[in-house]
């Protein structure tokens, strides 16, 4: 439970942060709004080519292990942006907020460190080969999903395609993957630190915008997201992983965990962006982080990783 907490502590600390200095009056709304472009425009991008530059693929790829976390992904997701439709009346922006406060984890603050004190060398390359697609995908569909609602001229949808800061990082990290060079000196120090940039400012972000916000209306939603994402997900991954495909325990349990981390800040930077749910993507990320402390705990029980 210690663990758990002192990884938990930094994220809350940083909200902290952003939620104090617009109460105090020593930072204004519009530097949560410019934070966020930042990290929306170039930290983050940065960091997905940074990913995908620097990873090495398997010698052989793990197809059940895909689909088990990425099907039941798709999942939450979509049951999300049902219920948020269905029953709360959201339009489609605000559906695919929730569905991404579902389906996207948070591993850069919480998961990299608690899977890899749980399973150590043994978890290291399923968590990165995970790590090196799960943005990347989470994002682009999420992109999509917005860009391409509503019967937009296909000519004007591939340009803004073409012009996302999201895809741009995308397509320049395969790009430099496929060319055969490799991130070093002071290239590299320079994506490094716009990469290492990107959680921090985030968080500090949301903080400012909890302040501003408040707490979303929609809260019967919000703990049906935060259920979702911390109890459905992970146990979706785990029938699939151990029950229908083939893998080492230890790359089953990787995923489980991976899915059962809270809510990444990305789904805060996503609404800002599109300017749909903001209030809510705040809250969820800072209430699944909450629960995270417990349910993280029940899900390392399950595995029998804790003692």
Known sequence: MSDLLAIAAP???????????????????????????????????????????????????????????????????????????????????????????????????????????????????????????HLPITMTAATLMVEGAGGVDIRQLLRRLATHPILLGLAAGLLFRASGLTLEGPVLGLVDMLARAAAPCALVAMGLTLKQAGWPKERALLWSVATLKLMIHPALVYVLATHVFSMPPAWAGVAVLFAAMPSGVNAYLFAERYREGVAFASAAIALTTAMAALTALFWMFWLGLAR
């Not at 109460?23 to 995908?52: H, M, Q």
């Open 11 to 133: 994220v809350f600390g940083l909200i902290a942060v952003g939620f104090l200095a617009r109460w105090a009056g020593l930072l204004s709304e519009r530097a949560g709004e410019g934070l966020s472009e930042f990290v929306f425009v170039c930290a983050i991008p940065t960091l997905i080519f940074r990913t995908l530059a620097e990873a090495r693929p398997a010698d052989a790829q793990p197809w059940g292990y895909w689909f088990s976390y990425f099907l039941a992904l798709a999942v939450v997701w979509a049951l999300a942006m049902l219920l948020a439709r269905r029953f709360f009346g959201a339009t489609h922006g605000f559906s695919v907020v929730a569905g991404f406060a579902a389906g996207q984890s948070n591993t850069a603050l919480v998961g990299i460190p608690l899977i890899l004190k749980a399973y150590g060398e043994a978890g290291a390359v399923p968590l990165f080969l995970l790590l090196a697609i």
